[in-house]
């Protein structure tokens, strides 16, 4: 494992951000922190780095115990949601930062910066201030300036928080793209369920301070252990008490067994994909189903239809969360 | 219309209050050309009261600008019991005239006082003496570099400092290599007023001094005694001097201001 991080406690005053909390992360993974904000994944990270110290608890980085050492004993890279540029410096001094406080030599630091700044596509703003950047860009660099150093870790607090839609989307596939080049052990915090699905091999759902479940992306949206996680990854409804997801949802106009009756309030076509919202016992639920079948069933509002969970559909009792 | 009446009055304003008095006193020292204004500026007494001002303000710049960012960063970064007693503390010398100072000072520093008298007894004279003038000097212009240099900390936020210490630089180092760049333009200020402040200051020094020609006399004093003994020349000389050493000062820390980043 490159991270191990055992029965950690962090309180901020009376408020227990961090409860007990163990993770492992193998090397050379790619590891989402997801969770709700103030759930205590940003301080998990930060505690990782040596940026907060635990109040309990050990951190063991490639078998180091590494709870009371320095944020500049780790060897840790850390990429800020907000950057955290040095403003003062140019895209090139940024990027160099690192190596010149190890006192490399000056050709070696060159090459270095020369060959991130092209890893990273903003070898052509070597010399302009962050300033003079986009959002984007200067994210970018800051990936740059935390790989610089070889770290034996990087861990990325929200990095595409700051960015608005298009270019996190890019950067999303980029940072996939750059981690099966690099091979440097990622954790990454997220509260973008989608982006930790999409980018991560592993994810961790941090809520409340505790883990509530940890896994691939796939075994976390196919088997969640609680409602909380279920709701959390994707969208659920509810039939009969039980949570399910609404594309495992059977519709029909003739009487299903163990099906129930419901009626239809609303159709909502999405191009691909047809939302079929239902009133089923004075309750709300909805199913998602291909454009195919809903002209096949040529559905109206008003219509009675008859509906059951799909046969592998994932079930959950709604009531426990 | 509105806005022509509103820079009118204001420049009318500025004119009467600053502009006029200044220039008239520039006017008074160069009305009987340069020759006499090289003269008072040459009397053994002038050149000692430089010397005086000279070395006060900077030992007072010096230790204000250690002790502002020191500060500074302690009321910007961290939290602690005590901190807004201490905030206010900072403040307290705008509260207190100058005058009030050199007083206290004497109180607690002064030979009959237990403090001062102690330190006489190991031969350190605080009152009448350098010492004391610079404390007084520190006393009155304390909050002028934590004042500068505290928005901007605040506004710069801590995480520059801790991705510098993910890639490996020390405590010595992040500060070096990113605070103090990070507050340059705000800690120049800061030092410009401190040093502006130190040159003029009157009230406290002229009690802590004892105004004591050619030993401790300043510039500021200077003027006052030569003005009190109607040597107008001699004061008027000294106070432009004055003036264009503050000047000078500021319009070098503009030249001297490198290019900030963003």
């Not at chain 1, 609303?266 to 309750?283: N, P």
């Not at chain 2, 506004?155 to 290599?177: C, I, K, N, Y």
Request: hydrophobic share 50%.
């Amino acid at each position: 494992m490159a991270i191990e991080v055992r029965n950690v406690t962090k309180t901020f005053g009376v408020t227990p951000v961090l409860r007990d909390v163990s993770i492992d992360v193998a090397s050379g993974s790619l590891t989402a922190l997801l969770g709700p904000s103030g759930g205590g994944k940003s301080t998990l990270l930060r505690v990782i780095a040596g940026l907060e110290v635990p109040d309990s608890g050990t951190v063991t980085i490639n078998g180091i115990d590494a709870t009371r050492l320095a944020p500049q004993r780790r060897n840790v890279g850390f990429v800020f949601q907000h950057y955290a540029a040095f403003k003062h410096m140019t895209v090139h001094d940024n990027v160099a930062f690192g190596l010149k406080i190890r006192k490399r030599p000056k050709t070696e630091i060159r090459k270095r910066v020369a060959e991130l700044l092209e890893l990273v596509h903003i070898e052509q703003f070597a010399d302009r201030y962050p300033a003079q950047l986009s959002g984007g860009q200067r994210q970018r660099m800051a990936l740059a300036r935390a790989l610089a150093v070889e770290p034996q870790v990087l861990l990325l607090d929200e990095p595409f928080g700051a960015l608005d839609a298009q270019v996190r989307k890019e950067l999303r596939a980029w940072l996939r793209r750059l981690h099966d080049e690099v091979h440097v052990t990622t954790v990454f915090v997220t509260h973008d369920q989608e982006e930790a699905i999409e980018v991560a091999d592993e994810i961790v759902v941090l809520a409340d301070g505790i883990v509530e479940q940890a896994g691939s992306p796939q075994e976390i949206y196919d088997n969640p252990d609680s409602p909380f996680v279920m709701r959390f990854l994707g969208p659920v409804t509810e039939i009969d008490g039980r949570l399910v997801r609404p594309h495992d949802i059977e519709l029909s106009d003739t009487p299903l067994p163990d099906g129930a009756t419901a009626t239809v309030t609303r159709i909502v076509r999405l191009g691909f994909e047809v939302r079929v919202e239902m009133s089923l016992d004075g309750r709300h639920t909805w199913a998602q189903i291909t454009r195919g079948a809903a002209e096949r069933l040529n559905l109206a509002p008003g219509d009675t239809v008859h509906v059951r969970p799909t046969a592998d559909a994932r079930l959950i009792p709604a009531g426990a969360s | 219309m509105a806005k022509y009446a509103l820079r009118l009055f204001a420049l009318v304003y500025l004119l009467f209050l600053l502009a006029l008095p200044v220039g008239l006193i520039v006017w008074r020292t160069f009305g009987d050309g340069i020759g006499p204004v090289i003269e008072s500026l040459s009397s053994p007494e002038a050149v000692h009261a430089f010397k005086i001002t000279i070395v006060v303000a900077l030992w007072a710049v010096a230790i204000n600008t250690v002790f502002g960012v020191g500060m500074a960063i302690l009321l910007a970064r961290r939290r602690f019991p005590g901190k807004r007693l201490l905030n206010a503390l900072v403040d307290l010398p705008l509260a207190v005239s100058p005058v009030v100072v050199g007083l206290a000072l004497i109180l607690v520093y002064g030979r009959y006082a237990p403090v001062g008298g102690w330190l006489e007894g190991h031969g350190i004279q605080i009152i009448f003496s350098m010492p004391g003038m610079i404390m007084a000097t520190v006393f009155v212009s304390l909050p002028l570099v934590v004042r500068a240099v505290e928005p901007v900390l605040v506004e710069m936020g801590e995480e520059q400092e801790q991705a510098a210490h993910t890639l490996g630089a020390s405590a010595s180092q992040t500060f070096r290599r990113i605070t103090i760049p990070g507050i340059r333009a705000a800690l120049a200020y800061g030092v410009v007023l401190c040093l502006a402040r130190a040159l003029g200051e009157y009230g406290a020094i002229a009690v802590v001094s004892g105004r004591l020609v050619g030993q401790t006399q300043t510039l500021t004093l200077f003027v006052d005694e030569r003005f009190q003994n109607f040597e107008e020349q001699d004061a008027f000389a000294a106070a432009t001097a004055l003036a264009l050493i503050a000047i000078t000062t500021l319009l070098l820390t503009k030249l001297l201001r490198p290019k900030d980043g963003d």
